[in-house]
């Protein structure tokens, strides 16, 4: 009875239609089927705006679980849009993604990086694909050349193969092959296969991103526990261009509606320059700590960091990380940025206290931000 009761049941895709006084038929309607798949519900923008309602992107984001893919995912959560989340990490890595989109709308799918069919899963039922896979760091199973070159030359490749009509691919300001970081060099050789792969790609290229979880400000701010602040030349020769993580991420979005984004490359920096030493000395003054900065000559400050390299833990400082951090940033005047994309830049100044209070003593918790001198701009 059980078998019968199963074969008796309607398969998916069929349904019962009423024929006749008590009569009922099955009945198939692959043309209905057909025009769901093509146009289904999901990417037709409906509602008021708002997390509750349809945006229409359903948009597939590699590296979700890093510091930009927060935003990047709250930001399109909140505009109604369906997100599809890889995840190689533990699930309890994702709980604080969750909320960021309503009920249904952020889906989490386990992914091999170096499976291609596990990428196609990932994106055959998305119209945005957006890559902000990296690490600060090479591990014994991954190389800078596999995060920056392999794996965003597999995902536009299939993407493209896929028919999404949109892929945005995270890069770098500094990214250059001739860049004393092997960090910058395989981001300028992603760049390249990404855009072999993809042509109408979108590639952004923002300078170091400061945030509440960033390891920019953050990583400057610890550097009290070690009795001062080491620095290349003082950090008087290194002239930086910080940008905001949440105007970063709004350029995505931004990218993604604009229909004449598609095959550019934006250069997102923030809307001043600074030298190195003036924004170490004004986290310091926002932070009410003493500044005692002292000059270290690279050779011996690589030498400091092979120490964290071969620590088991996590390593909080590399020796590509004093490279990439000493290197000035580009200026690229010919390329569009932020205001192109419909974004005012936000000053370091503005945000930085919300990076920074955490690190303050108890008796400055509270001290008003006005109380710290503003940081010395470059001259553009």
């Not at 146009?39 to 679980?65: E, K, L, M, N, Q």
């Not at 386990?110 to 591990?139: F, M, P, Q, Y």
């Not at 100044?349 to 690190?359: G, P, S, T, Y």
Request: glycine share 6%.
């Amino acid at each position: 009875m059980a078998a019968v009761a199963r074969c008796s049941r309607a398969p998916r895709g069929l349904f019962l239609r009423r024929a006749g006084p008590g009569i009922s038929v099955l009945a198939v309607a692959p043309s209905v089927l057909q025009q769901h798949h093509q146009v289904h519900h999901a990417v037709i923008p409906h509602g008021r705006g708002g997390r509750s309602s349809v945006s229409g992107i359903v948009a597939t984001v590699f590296g979700a679980t890093g510091f930009l893919g927060r935003y990047v995912v709250n930001r399109l959560g909140r505009i109604g849009s369906q997100v599809i989340i890889p995840y190689r990490c533990d699930q309890y890595d994702l709980m604080y993604l969750r909320p960021m989109g309503d009920l249904g709308q952020l889906l989490f799918l386990e992914w091999d990086c170096k499976d291609k069919d596990s990428i196609r899963r990932a994106v055959e039922h998305s119209n945005v694909v957006i890559n902000l896979v990296g690490k600060e760091w090479e591990t014994k199973n991954f190389s800078f050349e596999d995060e920056f070159v392999n794996i965003p030359k597999s995902i536009a490749q299939i993407t493209r193969e896929a028919g999404v009509e949109t892929l945005i691919h995270i890069s770098h300001l500094n990214a250059s092959m001739k860049s004393p970081s092997k960090y910058l060099r395989s981001k300028a050789v992603g760049e390249n296969v990404v855009r072999e792969e993809f042509p109408d790609a979108i590639i952004l290229k923002p300078s170091e991103m400061f945030g509440r979880e960033d390891r920019f400000l953050n990583h400057y701010a610890n550097m009290r526990w070690f009795g001062g602040v080491p620095l290349i030349s003082l950090g008087k020769k290194t002239v930086k261009q910080p940008v905001y993580v949440v105007d970063v991420a709004k350029a995505i979005i931004n990218a993604i509606n604009d229909p004449d984004a598609k095959g550019k490359t934006y250069a997102l920096a923030g809307p001043n320059r600074y030298l190195l030493y003036d924004i170490v000395e004004y986290i310091y003054a926002v932070c009410f700590r003493t500044f005692l900065p002292y000059p270290l000559p690279r050779p011996l400050y690589h030498l400091v960091a092979r120490f964290f390299e071969i620590n088991p833990f996590e390593p909080w400082l590399t020796r590509d990380k004093v490279d990439r951090f000493h290197t000035t940033d580009m200026t690229f005047p010919d390329l569009p940025g932020l205001e192109d994309l419909g974004i005012q830049p936000t000053p370091l100044e503005q945000k930085a206290i919300e990076v920074l209070r955490r690190h303050r003593r108890y008796r400055w918790l509270d001290a008003e931000l006005e109380e710290a001198k503003p940081a010395k701009t470059y001259p553009m």
